[in-house]
């Protein structure tokens, strides 16, 4: 998982209400060490950030997975729901629930 923590995600400024720190302290304790968790500078997708993108284990790659980029994800129930996803296998691996399909965004061109 990368989490973008740059310019507008992870800024105080335009999200004041959402801890990024304690969000991304969050991501990695309930991840790692299974799954990777790092950090990103702007990943270009300002109009909705705070962008995190997934990527498929390697295995899924081969069999064709992408990596899935959420947006606005500002709600601890969103990254509890992002966690469950990638625990269950991510993508190529585990359906996408309907709830985490709202956050689906568009990678930059």
């Known amino acids: 998982m990368t989490v973008c923590r740059d310019c507008c995600c992870g800024s105080r400024t335009k999200h004041p209400a959402v801890d990024h720190d304690a ?17 990103s500078l702007c990943l270009d997708v300002c109009s909705q950030s705070n962008v995190m993108v997934v990527q498929p284990s390697p295995a899924a790659r081969r069999q064709g997975a992408r990596p899935v980029w959420f947006g606005l994800v500002l709600d601890d ?9 990638i625990r269950a296998g991510g993508p190529g691996v585990a359906g996408l629930p309907a709830v985490l399909e709202l956050s689906v965004v568009a990678p930059p061109a």
Do not use: K, S
């Open 77 to 85: 129930a969103v990254v509890d729901d992002l966690v469950a996803w």
């Open 23 to 39: 969000q991304l302290g969050d991501l990695r304790a309930a991840l790692e060490p299974d799954h990777r968790v790092r950090t």
